[in-house]
């Protein structure tokens, strides 16, 4: 049985795996490929200050033993909009 953990509570080792595992998140540390080829004004509001911050608030699948669980693809965020949603958050704007 898997329960949703938050990235602070995992092992250095199961981080180094969602750091590597979940390229597209959007963060001070990492701008993913599908960021780029967004307007500009997108690329100045990140998600999420840095990685540490990503981790903070986002939640992944982990088995009773503590490791993560391989059949789950996906995970859980919410996003803390450290330089505001900016133009995120407008109705009709072209991503």
């Known amino acids: ?28 540390d990492n701008l993913p490929d599908w960021a780029c ?13 840095d990685d540490d911050d990503w981790l903070a608030n986002t939640s992944f699948y982990v088995r009773d033993d503590g490791g993560l669980d391989e059949r789950y693809t996906h995970c859980v965020s919410s996003p803390t909009w450290p330089k505001g949603k900016g133009i995120w958050g407008q109705k009709g704007v072209d991503y």
């Open 37 to 49: 080829f967004t307007n500009k004004a997108y690329q100045e509001h990140p998600h999420f200050a």
């Open 1 to 28: 049985m898997s329960k949703l953990t938050l990235g602070t509570e995992l092992s250095t080792y199961s981080r180094q795996q969602v750091l590597s595992r979940f390229v597209h998140r959007f963060t001070g």
